[in-house]
């Protein structure tokens, strides 16, 4: 069996970045399993797993647009404070959360609050990397139709999330 999409597919992974970096990996967030083909990890990412067998390792450096997007300074902009629906206690420099821009679910970052204006970053923190992507492919299995509906992995205890 080969890494293909509709696979659930596990590889344990080092992520860096051009300076070598370390930035994510298994040794502390654990082996990870996703579902091949639904861009859950980054496109170069995932092409660069496709067509492994378990065992097989994969050391590549993804160029940004492949990895985490390029930097776009219009995901950095400034609304009023009054739009946005978040406690005073908790709106401060650093919180981070998800907001539909432009129809798209995307990662926020609040860069800073002033003047009745909050400015947010929608980038990517990882946006503008080339990114230097080590991992091996631990295991291979067909997704479950359950988790082809669901779009992500479910353990073997079966359904187990909140969502
Ligand atoms: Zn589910």
């Known amino acids: 069996m080969t890494v293909q999409n ?6 344990s992974y080092r992520l860096e970045d051009a300076d070598g970096e370390l930035l994510d990996s298994s040794e502390e967030n654990g082996n990870l399993p996703y579902i091949h083909g639904t ?4 496109p170069g990412i995932e092409e660069s797993l496709a067509g492994k067998s378990v065992g097989d390792r994969v050391d590549t450096v993804v ?3 492949k990895a ?8 950095l902009f400034a609304v009023a ?3 946005i629906n978040i406690d005073n206690d908790d709106l401060q420099v650093g919180l981070e959360f998800e907001a539909e ?3 798209e679910l995307r990662y926020c970052r609040v860069e800073d609050v002033s003047g009745g ?6 980038n990517h923190p990882l946006a503008g990397m080339d990114i230097h992507f080590q991992a091996q492919v631990l295991e291979i299995r067909d997704a479950t139709p359950e988790e082809l509906d ?8 079966g359904h187990h999330h909140d969502h």
């Open 81 to 83: 404070r009054d739009q």
């Open 6 to 11: 509709n696979k659930v597919v596990t590889i």
């Open 63 to 65: 160029p940004a647009a």
């Open 39 to 42: 861009e859950f990890l980054a």
């Open 101 to 103: 821009i432009h129809g």
């Open 117 to 122: 204006e909050v400015k947010i970053n929608a």
């Open 150 to 157: 669901h779009g992500h992995v479910h353990d073997e205890h």
């Open 68 to 75: 985490f997007g390029e930097y776009d300074q219009e995901l």
